[in-house]
């Protein structure tokens, strides 16, 4: 990925409201660690959960 690409992503970031934050940075730890059955299913929770947030 580009570095400019990651720059706009940091800046989307800080600029996001505090609800995407939190699940922009929680789905990147899921990501990382995604080949662990437990973080699956924790994956699979939070996906559901994250369809009722309101933007």
Known sequence: MALSHLSAI???ISSSSPVVQ?????QFVINKYADSPIL???????????LHVPS
């Open 40 to 50: 699956a299913s924790i994956n699979a929770i939070f996906e559901s959960a994250t």
């Open 22 to 26: 939190n699940n922009l940075q929680m």
């Open 10 to 12: 940091a800046r989307f």
